[in-house]
């Protein structure tokens, strides 16, 4: 079973070729340089960057994978949740391919690969990483931060999510108040590291004490905005590696606290973790300390790439989709950007 997939979500244009959970080959096209100049995203660019790129990413794919079109069984696509004209140029450009060459079509959920990718492999198979379901699947990223229950394969039930900003925004958004550019969560976690990582001010920790799983980051963005803005005023010195250590635990004691409800509360002793936050070391060390704490079992994404959007990740699966024929039809399938993520039937 070989799927191309094709994830254009946000400001990456990915392209992979998968067997199962076996990546043949996996080609990005990262906007990062594009967007960088203006702090963030910008809608228009990340379309335009799509349409110039998707082509050429799709003929490497295939070119290093060492198959053609016609060796693929299915077209998969992300169709949300994302940004809405990124998502419209991967939708289409999968209809196309599915259109001409006479492919079945896949709809994956963005957030199902991001579960998905703590268990794909290489193109030989490793790491073998058996399901043992149950999970408590832990997505944090640039704009989701969500706990899951995953009790089977595609079988997902949200028990926390955040009710404003996402983990990965609030560390952007320190870091772009700090000056120190976008996208910023990389920039942080090597200033932190300078000071070993330590919490010298003391941020709040927003609904530390709430009885749920659910996460808020807003008001921790607003406190260290009011503390920035009174220390200018003040005319006093700054310790900007401080300043991203203490910020930096901040957020992450407030996952590790939710992590923990979530753990006691269902007595699921396996955990994933994805997303790209999560490629942040310290934040690992701190996760693997609390599941250690639990004698429980914790899967992360085995390579780098897994982390941020990538197409690898949707194409696994995608996989599972097709061998449930859950597949979609290309006249109706349109772009989702506020996609919920639900359960999987059929």
Request: aromatic share 8%; charged share 25%.
């Amino acid at each position: 079973m070989i799927i191309l997939s094709i994830d254009t979500s946000c400001d990456e244009t990915a392209v992979a070729v998968t067997e199962g959970r076996r990546v043949l080959s996996n080609t990005l096209y990262s906007q990062i340089l594009i967007h960088k100049k203006w702090g963030g995203v910008v809608p228009s660019l990340a379309k335009r960057a799509h349409e110039e790129k998707i082509d050429f990413v799709v003929t490497d794919a295939l070119r290093t994978a060492r198959v053609g079109v016609e060796d693929v069984d299915f077209i998969a696509v992300t169709q949300g949740p994302g940004l809405a004209v990124a998502l419209e140029v991967g939708i289409r450009k999968a209809k196309e391919l599915a259109l001409k060459h006479n492919k079945k079509l896949i709809s994956v959920n963005h957030l199902e690969g991001h579960i998905y990718s703590c268990f794909v492999q290489n193109r030989i198979g490793n790491p073998r990483n058996p399901f043992e379901f149950p999970y408590l699947a832990v997505i944090v990223s640039g704009g989701h931060t969500q706990i899951v229950k995953f009790t089977d394969h595609l079988t997902y039930e949200i028990i926390g999510s955040t009710v404003d900003d996402a983990a990965g925004e609030a560390l952007d958004k320190a870091a772009k108040l700090l000056g120190l550019g976008y996208p910023g969560g990389h920039v942080l976690e090597t200033l932190a590291q300078q000071v070993k990582n330590e919490d010298f001010y003391r941020f709040p920790r927003p609904m530390r004490n709430s009885k749920d799983a659910n996460f808020s980051f807003s008001g921790l963005k607003t406190s260290f905005y009011y503390f920035l803005k009174r220390a200018q005023e003040n005319r006093e010195s700054l310790d900007i590696p401080k300043l991203a250590s203490s910020f930096q635990e901040a957020v992450f004691d407030s996952l590790i606290y939710k992590i923990t409800y979530a753990m006691q509360e269902t007595r699921i002793p396996n955990v994933t973790v994805g997303g790209g936050v999560i490629a942040n070391k310290h934040l690992r060390t701190k996760i693997r300390n609390l599941i250690r704490e639990y004698g429980s079992r914790v899967l992360f994404p085995p390579f780098p790439y897994l982390t941020g959007d990538n197409a690898a990740m949707m194409g696994v699966a995608a996989s599972f989709k097709a061998l449930r024929h859950q597949f979609a039809d290309p006249a109706k399938l349109d772009r989702i950007p506020r996609l919920e993520l639900t359960s999987q039937t059929g």
